[in-house]
C-alpha cells in the first residue's frame, strides 16, 4: 500500500461540477482522483490531457498538470508529452465522440505502445452539442440527427484497442465500485491501456432512449461486449523499444555533407545544361551524379536535378545538370546544350525539351534512338569497341565517360576520381572498370 | 555536393532540435527520413505519425513537455496541420514547419515546384493570428534560415514557417563550404522570449495548464470579453509590434533605377541571373530579395521603392505576394508580375522580357 500524500487530486475550489444532472461523467473524475491517490502520485508527475465534449471541461477539476487540445486529437498530444518525458504519468480523457473523429489516432496509438492511459467516457452520444449520434450509438437509436432510429452499426471501442495491439484493455461502467481499482491497473500497465468506460447521458440520450443502467446492461449482454479486462500483454512500450534504436543508433556516424576538394581545372566559359534521358534500372541519376561530381572537383558549379516517376525500376529516369563557371541559380533547363538518350522511355519523356534544341546543340543517341524531332545535331554514342559488351548493363556510366571525352568540360581523370570519391568501393571499382575502356 | 533537405535537416539540428514527427509527402520525404535516421543518433526522438494530424499532435505534446520540435510537409499536408497550427498558435508552443512547395491545388503536380502556399501559410489556420514565414533562396540559406527560425519560434512562442520548394529541396548543388559554415551577416534573433518562456511540464515543477480554450495567464478557461480581448490583442502584437527584428532581405539597389525587381525563393535566383544581365546590357535595376515573407517587411520594402516607378514581381503562384506589394506602392507604380504555374521554373529570359515590356 502507497502513502497517500494527498486525499483528493480533485480541485475542490472549483466544484461543484457543471455537468448536468445525473451525469455519471463525475463519478468517473472521482474514481480518477481515488486511483491516484491509491498510486500516492505528485501532481507535477501527473498530466491529464482532456479531449472535447463535455469531458473537456474536466481538466480544471484536477490539480495536476492538464492539456486541453482539439476534438479528437488528445491521444496525439499525450503520446508526445510521454516520448519528451517519460517520468511524466499521462492520462486521456476522451468520449465516445472522440474516439470517432480521433479513431484512427486510437487504434494507432494502441499500436504505437506508448505508455499511456486512455480513459473513454462513453454514452453513446454528443452531449455538449445537443445528442447528436455517435459512433458508439446503439442501432435504433433516437438522437438530435437519427430522429427515426439509427441506423449505423456501433463501434466497439474497447475491441478495436484490443485488435490492434493495445496491452491493456477493459470496459467498464461509472457505476463499477472497482473503477478506481481499475484505473490503478491500467496505468501500472507498461505500455498502452485503455478503459472503455460507459455512461449515461441523462440529458440527452437517457431520455430520448429510455437507457438508464438497467437497459444499459442489457445492451451490453446483448452485444456480447462483456465488462472486465480484455487483454493484458506485456510487450515493450515506445519508450524502451526506442531506447534500443537510440543506442543503436548512437553508435552511428552523424550525417555529413559530401565534400569535395578542387583538384582539377577547367576553362569553360559559359553554362552548358545536359540533360541524360533514359529508363529506370539505367543508374542514369547516378551518372548525372558522377559528372556534376567531376565538374566540383574541377572547380566548376553546378546542380543536378532528377526526375523519375513515383513508382521505382520501370518507367523514364532523367538527370538535368547545369555546369557553370560560376554559382548556378537558374537550375532549370528548357533548351538543353546537350541531350544524351540512352532510352526510349528517356527520348519520349524529353521530346519537348530536344524539340526547343538549336543547330549549334547536340543530341547523343544510343542505337535506334536516333531521327529526333529537332534541328540539333544529332550523333550516334559511339562507346569504344572493347566496351561493347558493357553497354547492356552500364550504359550510363558509359555515357558519362563518353561525354566527358566529347564535351571537354572538365578532365577525364576528374571523373575518374569522382567515381572514387563518391561510389561505394564495389561499384567504384566496376565503373572505374567501364571508364578504362576510353583510355 | 548537398541537396536543400539535408541542409535542413542539419540546420534543424544544428538548432537543438530533439523531436521530429512527420508524415511522408513529396516534395518532403527527405526531410523526414533524414531527422528520423539522425534523431536517435543525438538521443533524441523522431517518428512517423499515421497522418499530418498526429504528426503535428505529437509535436505540439512534446513542446510542452519541453522538446525542441520540428516537422515538415507540403501543401496537402499543410492543410491537415491547420487545426494543429491554431492550437500552437493559442498554446504559444515554439513549432518550426517547412513546407516543400509543390504545384497545387489538391494533389496537384506531386513533383513540380511552385510557390502557390505563400499565403496559406500566413492565413492557414482560424482566427487570422499572425504567423513567421522565411523563405530561403538556396541550399546555404535553408541552413542558416532553419538555424534562424528556431531561435523565433523560441522568441516568439510561435509556429515559424521555412517555405521552400521541390526545386530548392530536391536539387543537388555544389555549394562553398564556408557558406555553409560561416553565418550570413544577418541581424541577431535575441534569446529571450518576448513574453513569459514556455515552463514544460515536469516533475516537481509549476502546475500548468496549457490549453487551446481562451485563457487567463495561469491557463485556465475563461469567457470574461476582457481577458480574451486582452490575450488576442497580445498574440496579434507579439508579432505585430516586432515586425522590424523579425524582417530580413537582401536588396540589391543601384542609383538611379526606376524598376526594382521583388522575388524570393527560387524565384529569387532567376531574378539574379536577369539583373546581371541586365546591368551588363547598361541597364540600371534594383532588386530585392525578401526572405522574411510574414510579417511583410512593410518599412524594407517601402525604403526600396523609393523613387520607383515599376515594380516586376516573379513568383511560381498567379501573383500571391504581388498583392502585398500593391498595398505599399502608390498607385502611380506600375506593377508588373511575372508568373509560372506549369511545373517550371520562372527563367531569367522571362524576367528580363518583362523589363523591356
Given amino acids: 500500500m502507497v502513502e497517500p500524500i494527498l486525499d483528493t487530486y480533485i480541485a475542490e475550489e472549483n466544484l461543484p461540477y457543471e455537468f448536468c444532472p445525473g451525469c455519471s461523467h463525475g463519478k468517473v473524475l472521482g474514481a480518477l482522483s481515488n486511483s491516484l491517490k491509491q498510486q500516492g502520485l505528485d501532481p507535477s508527475e501527473v498530466v491529464i490531457v482532456t479531449d472535447i465534449g463535455c469531458v473537456g471541461l474536466s481538466d480544471k477539476y484536477f490539480v495536476t498538470h492538464a492539456f486541453h487540445g482539439l476534438h479528437g486529437r488528445a491521444i496525439t498530444y499525450a503520446s508526445g508529452i510521454k516520448m519528451q518525458n517519460p517520468e511524466l504519468t499521462v492520462i486521456v480523457l476522451i468520449g465516445d465522440g472522440g474516439c470517432g473523429i480521433g479513431g484512427y489516432h486510437l487504434l494507432n496509438a494502441a499500436r504505437l505502445n506508448t505508455d499511456i492511459t486512455v480513459l473513454v467516457f462513453n454514452n453513446f452520444n454528443f452531449g455538449m452539442t445537443g445528442g447528436q449520434h455517435s459512433v458508439t450509438t446503439p442501432l435504433d437509436s433516437i438522437t438530435a440527427t437519427t430522429t427515426l432510429g439509427s441506423t449505423d452499426a456501433p463501434m466497439d471501442i474497447a475491441g478495436t484497442a484490443k485488435v490492434n495491439g493495445g496491452g491493456f484493455v477493459a470496459r467498464a461502467t461509472a457505476f463499477d465500485k472497482d473503477l478506481p481499482d481499475m484505473i490503478t491497473k491500467a496505468m501500472h500497465h507498461d505500455g498502452f491501456a485503455l478503459i472503455d468506460i460507459w455512461e449515461l447521458c441523462t440529458a440527452y440520450y437517457v431520455v430520448r432512449n429510455d437507457f438508464g443502467r438497467k437497459e444499459m446492461m442489457g445492451y451490453m449482454d446483448s452485444m456480447n461486449m462483456e465488462s472486465g479486462i480484455l487483454q493484458e500483454t506485456e510487450r515493450p512500450s515506445f519508450q524502451t523499444s526506442y531506447k534500443g534504436i537510440q543506442e543503436q543508433a548512437s553508435k552511428q556516424k552523424p550525417m555529413s555533407g559530401l565534400v569535395l576538394d578542387t583538384n582539377f581545372s577547367s576553362d569553360i566559359e559559359k553554362p552548358v545544361r545536359i540533360v541524360l534521358a533514359g529508363a529506370a534500372g539505367q543508374k542514369v541519376v547516378s551518372a548525372g551524379n558522377l559528372l556534376a561530381s567531376a565538374a566540383t572537383l574541377s572547380g566548376l558549379w553546378t546542380s543536378r536535378r532528377a526526375d523519375f516517376p513515383i513508382t521505382i525500376q520501370t518507367g523514364f529516369s532523367v538527370a538535368e545538370i547545369v555546369i557553370s563557371p560560376e554559382p548556378v541559380l537558374y537550375s532549370g533547363i528548357i533548351k538543353p546544350d546537350v541531350a544524351a538518350l540512352i532510352a526510349p522511355e528517356g527520348k519520349a519523356k524529353i521530346a519537348r525539351l530536344t524539340k526547343t534544341m538549336e543547330e549549334s546543340d547536340t543530341i547523343y543517341f544510343a542505337d535506334g534512338l536516333g531521327d529526333v524531332d529537332s534541328p540539333a545535331n544529332q550523333l550516334p554514342l559511339e562507346f569504344p569497341e572493347s566496351a561493347k559488351k558493357e553497354v547492356h548493363k552500364n550504359i550510363s556510366a558509359l555515357t558519362a565517360g563518353y561525354l566527358t571525352k566529347q564535351l571537354n568540360l572538365f578532365p577525364f581523370e576528374a571523373l575518374q576520381e569522382a567515381v572514387r570519391q563518391i561510389q561505394k568501393p564495389k561499384i567504384a571499382e566496376i565503373n572505374l572498370g567501364i571508364l578504362a575502356h576510353f583510355e | ?357
Fill in chain 2, 1 to 357: 555536393m548537398i541537396d536543400g533537405a539535408a541542409a535542413i535537416a542539419r540546420g534543424a539540428l544544428d538548432a537543438g532540435c530533439n523531436f521530429y514527427a512527420g508524415y511522408p509527402i513529396t516534395p518532403a520525404s527527405e526531410i523526414l527520413t533524414h531527422m528520423l535516421r539522425e534523431l536517435p543518433k543525438v538521443g533524441g526522438i523522431g517518428l512517423q505519425g499515421e497522418d499530418e494530424i498526429s504528426s503535428l499532435g505529437h509535436c505540439i505534446g512534446a513542446a510542452t513537455a519541453g522538446a525542441t520540435v520540428f516537422t515538415a510537409t507540403s501543401g496537402p499536408g499543410l492543410s491537415l496541420y491547420s487545426e494543429n497550427i491554431g492550437l500552437a498558435i493559442m498554446m504559444e508552443v515554439p513549432l518550426v514547419i517547412a513546407i516543400s512547395q509543390r504545384l497545387g491545388p489538391s494533389t496537384g503536380a506531386a513533383t513540380a515546384s511552385a510557390q502557390g502556399d505563400i499565403q496559406f501559410m500566413r492565413w492557414c489556420t482560424s482566427g487570422g493570428y499572425p504567423v513567421i514565414v522565411l523563405s530561403p533562396t538556396n541550399i546555404p540559406e535553408s541552413y542558416h534560415l532553419t538555424n534562424r527560425a528556431f531561435k523565433l519560434a523560441k522568441r516568439f512562442r510561435s509556429p515559424v514557417f521555412i517555405a521552400t520548394d521541390k526545386e530548392t529541396v530536391m536539387t543537388t548543388e555544389s555549394v562553398a563550404e564556408s557558406e555553409m559554415l560561416n553565418a550570413p551577416n544577418w541581424p541577431a534573433i535575441l534569446d529571450e522570449p518576448v513574453d513569459k518562456p514556455l515552463d514544460p511540464y515536469q516533475k516537481n515543477g509549476t502546475i500548468h495548464h496549457y490549453t487551446g480554450s481562451s485563457h487567463t495567464e495561469e491557463g485556465h478557461i475563461t469567457k470574461d470579453p476582457e481577458i480574451i480581448a486582452e490575450f488576442n490583442e497580445r498574440l496579434k502584437n507579439k508579432i505585430g509590434d516586432q515586425v522590424d527584428e523579425i524582417a530580413l532581405v537582401k536588396t540589391d539597389l543601384q542609383e538611379g533605377a526606376d524598376t526594382l525587381i521583388i522575388s524570393y525563393g527560387v524565384s529569387a535566383r532567376s531574378m539574379e541571373t536577369a539583373v546581371n544581365q541586365l546591368r551588363d546590357q547598361g541597364e540600371k535595376v534594383s532588386a530585392l530579395t525578401v526572405y522574411s515573407l510574414w510579417p511583410v517587411p512593410e518599412m524594407k520594402i517601402l525604403g526600396c521603392l523609393k523613387g520607383i516607378k515599376r515594380v516586376i514581381i516573379p513568383e511560381m503562384n498567379h501573383g500571391q505576394y504581388r498583392h502585398e506589394i500593391e498595398r505599399l506602392a502608390n498607385e502611380n507604380v506600375d506593377l508588373i508580375g511575372v508568373n509560372r504555374v506549369d511545373t517550371f521554373l520562372i527563367t531569367p529570359e522571362e524576367i528580363i522580357e518583362a523589363y523591356y515590356g
